[in-house]
Protein backbone atom coordinates (compact mmCIF):
# COMPACT_ATOMS: atom_id res chain seq x y z
CA UNK A 1 0.00 0.00 0.00
CA UNK A 2 0.88 3.59 -0.15
CA UNK A 3 3.55 4.91 2.15
CA UNK A 4 5.06 8.08 3.16
CA UNK A 5 9.01 7.86 4.65
CA UNK A 6 9.91 10.91 6.82
CA UNK A 7 13.10 11.40 7.67
CA UNK A 8 13.36 11.45 11.43
CA UNK A 9 16.52 10.61 12.97
CA UNK A 10 18.16 9.27 16.30
CA UNK A 11 18.93 13.28 16.65
CA UNK A 12 15.58 14.15 15.83
CA UNK A 13 14.06 11.66 18.47
CA UNK A 14 16.66 12.93 21.23
CA UNK A 15 15.57 16.62 20.54
CA UNK A 16 11.74 15.58 21.02
CA UNK A 17 12.50 14.09 24.22
CA UNK A 18 14.22 17.22 25.74
CA UNK A 19 11.53 19.52 24.01
CA UNK A 20 8.75 17.01 25.60
CA UNK A 21 10.75 16.88 29.10
CA UNK A 22 10.85 20.80 29.20
CA UNK A 23 7.16 20.76 28.69
CA UNK A 24 6.68 18.11 31.85
CA UNK A 25 5.49 15.50 29.64
CA UNK A 26 5.19 12.07 31.10
CA UNK A 27 5.80 8.39 30.11
CA UNK A 28 3.44 8.77 27.09
CA UNK A 29 5.31 12.21 26.13
CA UNK A 30 8.90 11.47 26.34
CA UNK A 31 8.34 7.72 24.59
CA UNK A 32 9.87 7.71 21.03
CA UNK A 33 7.96 8.26 18.15
CA UNK A 34 6.43 5.44 16.20
CA UNK A 35 8.74 4.08 13.49
CA UNK A 36 5.14 3.36 11.99
CA UNK A 37 1.77 5.23 12.32
CA UNK A 38 -1.16 5.04 10.35
CA UNK A 39 -3.45 8.10 9.78
CA UNK A 40 -6.80 8.25 7.83
CA UNK A 41 -5.01 4.60 6.08
CA UNK A 42 -2.23 6.19 4.62
CA UNK A 43 1.16 4.62 6.82
CA UNK A 44 3.83 7.38 7.51
CA UNK A 45 7.33 5.27 8.07
CA UNK A 46 9.93 6.66 9.88
CA UNK A 47 13.28 3.77 8.95
CA UNK A 48 16.19 6.41 9.95
CA UNK A 49 15.29 6.19 13.79
CA UNK A 50 18.54 4.26 14.50
CA UNK A 51 20.70 6.47 12.25
CA UNK A 52 22.64 9.52 13.92
CA UNK A 53 22.26 12.93 11.58
CA UNK A 54 26.07 12.65 11.32
CA UNK A 55 25.38 9.10 9.59
CA UNK A 56 23.20 10.15 7.28
CA UNK A 57 24.86 13.09 6.25
CA UNK A 58 28.21 11.17 5.43
CA UNK A 59 26.33 8.43 3.89
CA UNK A 60 24.69 10.75 1.70
CA UNK A 61 28.85 12.57 0.65
CA UNK A 62 30.11 9.07 0.15
CA UNK A 63 27.70 8.93 -2.83
CA UNK A 64 28.17 12.86 -4.06
CA UNK A 65 23.86 13.38 -3.32
CA UNK A 66 23.40 16.54 -1.77
CA UNK A 67 19.81 17.37 0.76
CA UNK A 68 17.96 20.78 1.00
CA UNK A 69 19.02 22.31 4.47
CA UNK A 70 16.41 24.36 6.18
CA UNK A 71 17.58 27.68 6.78
CA UNK A 72 15.49 27.71 9.84
CA UNK A 73 17.74 25.19 11.31
CA UNK A 74 20.31 27.48 12.40
CA UNK A 75 18.03 29.85 13.98
CA UNK A 76 17.78 29.71 18.05
CA UNK A 77 14.40 31.53 17.73
CA UNK A 78 13.15 27.91 17.08
CA UNK A 79 12.61 25.57 20.28
CA UNK A 80 14.59 22.66 18.09
CA UNK A 81 17.56 24.64 17.82
CA UNK A 82 18.38 25.41 21.30
CA UNK A 83 17.40 21.69 21.75
CA UNK A 84 19.90 20.73 19.69
CA UNK A 85 22.14 22.78 21.65
CA UNK A 86 21.06 21.14 24.46
CA UNK A 87 22.10 17.32 23.42
CA UNK A 88 25.18 18.79 22.28
CA UNK A 89 26.13 20.15 25.65
CA UNK A 90 24.63 16.97 27.30
CA UNK A 91 26.91 15.02 25.25
CA UNK A 92 29.88 16.82 26.76
CA UNK A 93 28.56 14.86 29.99
CA UNK A 94 28.55 11.44 28.03
CA UNK A 95 24.89 11.22 27.45
CA UNK A 96 24.92 11.48 23.71
CA UNK A 97 21.76 11.52 21.15
CA UNK A 98 21.95 7.85 21.36
CA UNK A 99 21.55 7.47 25.06
CA UNK A 100 18.33 10.19 25.18
CA UNK A 101 16.90 8.18 21.78
CA UNK A 102 17.38 4.75 24.01
CA UNK A 103 15.76 6.21 26.33
CA UNK A 104 12.19 7.54 24.57
CA UNK A 105 12.32 3.42 23.46
CA UNK A 106 12.49 2.09 26.91
CA UNK A 107 9.53 4.50 27.90
CA UNK A 108 7.51 3.22 24.72
CA UNK A 109 7.79 -0.11 25.89
CA UNK A 110 7.05 0.77 29.28
CA UNK A 111 3.91 2.70 27.63
CA UNK A 112 3.04 -0.53 26.27
CA UNK A 113 3.20 -2.39 29.61
CA UNK A 114 0.89 -0.12 31.04
CA UNK A 115 -1.43 0.08 27.78
CA UNK A 116 -1.65 -4.08 28.81
CA UNK A 117 -1.74 -3.41 32.60
CA UNK A 118 -4.81 -0.96 31.85
CA UNK A 119 -6.78 -3.31 29.65
CA UNK A 120 -6.29 -6.02 32.15
CA UNK A 121 -7.49 -3.99 35.17
CA UNK A 122 -10.80 -2.82 32.65
CA UNK A 123 -11.39 -6.25 32.09
CA UNK A 124 -11.76 -6.31 35.70
CA UNK A 125 -13.19 -3.60 37.58
CA UNK A 126 -15.24 -2.16 34.35
CA UNK A 127 -18.11 -2.27 32.20
CA UNK A 128 -20.19 -0.71 29.70
CA UNK A 129 -23.56 0.10 30.04
CA UNK A 130 -26.13 1.65 28.05
CA UNK A 131 -23.53 3.70 26.36
CA UNK A 132 -21.66 5.06 29.46
CA UNK A 133 -18.79 3.21 31.19
CA UNK A 134 -19.44 1.65 34.71
CA UNK A 135 -16.49 1.25 37.05
CA UNK A 136 -16.23 -0.50 40.09
CA UNK A 137 -15.00 1.85 42.57
CA UNK A 138 -13.70 -0.01 45.38
CA UNK A 139 -11.53 -2.17 42.63
CA UNK A 140 -10.36 1.35 40.86
CA UNK A 141 -9.33 2.56 44.53
CA UNK A 142 -7.56 -1.53 44.72
CA UNK A 143 -5.48 -0.44 41.35
CA UNK A 144 -2.01 1.29 41.16
CA UNK A 145 -2.32 5.23 41.14
CA UNK A 146 -0.67 5.65 37.61
CA UNK A 147 -3.33 2.50 36.41
CA UNK A 148 -6.45 4.59 37.92
CA UNK A 149 -5.27 7.68 36.12
CA UNK A 150 -4.68 5.63 32.59
CA UNK A 151 -8.37 3.74 32.91
CA UNK A 152 -10.30 6.84 33.83
CA UNK A 153 -8.15 8.56 30.35
CA UNK A 154 -9.22 5.53 28.24
CA UNK A 155 -12.61 5.65 29.65
CA UNK A 156 -13.17 9.89 29.02
CA UNK A 157 -11.53 9.00 25.52
CA UNK A 158 -13.78 6.26 24.87
CA UNK A 159 -16.74 8.71 25.37
CA UNK A 160 -15.62 11.08 23.53
CA UNK A 161 -13.86 9.74 20.65
CA UNK A 162 -11.54 12.03 21.09
CA UNK A 163 -7.69 11.43 20.45
CA UNK A 164 -6.84 13.48 23.55
CA UNK A 165 -8.57 13.80 26.85
CA UNK A 166 -7.70 15.47 29.97
CA UNK A 167 -4.00 15.72 31.25
CA UNK A 168 -1.82 17.13 33.79
CA UNK A 169 -3.51 18.82 36.52
CA UNK A 170 -6.95 18.37 34.87
CA UNK A 171 -6.42 14.90 34.98
CA UNK A 172 -4.78 14.56 38.46
CA UNK A 173 -7.87 16.46 40.08
CA UNK A 174 -10.43 13.85 38.04
CA UNK A 175 -8.47 11.18 39.86
CA UNK A 176 -9.04 12.87 42.71
CA UNK A 177 -12.52 12.97 42.71
CA UNK A 178 -12.97 9.34 41.72
CA UNK A 179 -11.05 8.01 44.23
CA UNK A 180 -12.73 10.09 46.56
CA UNK A 181 -15.52 9.43 45.29
CA UNK A 182 -17.20 12.54 44.10
CA UNK A 183 -19.12 13.82 40.77
CA UNK A 184 -16.99 15.44 38.37
CA UNK A 185 -17.05 16.38 34.89
CA UNK A 186 -14.07 16.93 32.44
CA UNK A 187 -13.41 17.30 29.00
CA UNK A 188 -17.31 17.11 28.08
CA UNK A 189 -17.43 13.71 30.07
CA UNK A 190 -19.88 13.42 33.36
CA UNK A 191 -18.77 11.27 36.48
CA UNK A 192 -21.61 10.20 38.52
CA UNK A 193 -21.15 7.90 42.07
CA UNK A 194 -23.85 5.74 42.84
CA UNK A 195 -24.08 2.07 44.59
CA UNK A 196 -20.33 1.92 44.59
CA UNK A 197 -20.04 2.71 41.03
CA UNK A 198 -18.10 5.28 39.24
CA UNK A 199 -20.48 6.02 36.13
CA UNK A 200 -19.24 7.77 33.42
CA UNK A 201 -20.97 9.21 30.63
CA UNK A 202 -21.49 12.07 28.48
Known sequence: GAAVALGHTQDDLAETFLMRLSRKAGVDGLAAMAARREVAGMAFLRPLLAVSRAELRG???????GWAEDPSNSNPRFERVRARAAVAALADLGVGAGDLAALAHRLADLRAALDAQVAEAAARVARLQAGDVVIDHAGFI?????????LLLAAVLWINSAEYGPRGADLERFRAAAEAGRAATRAGCQMTVAKAVLRLGR
Open 59 to 65: WLVARGL
Open 142 to 150: GLPVEIRRR
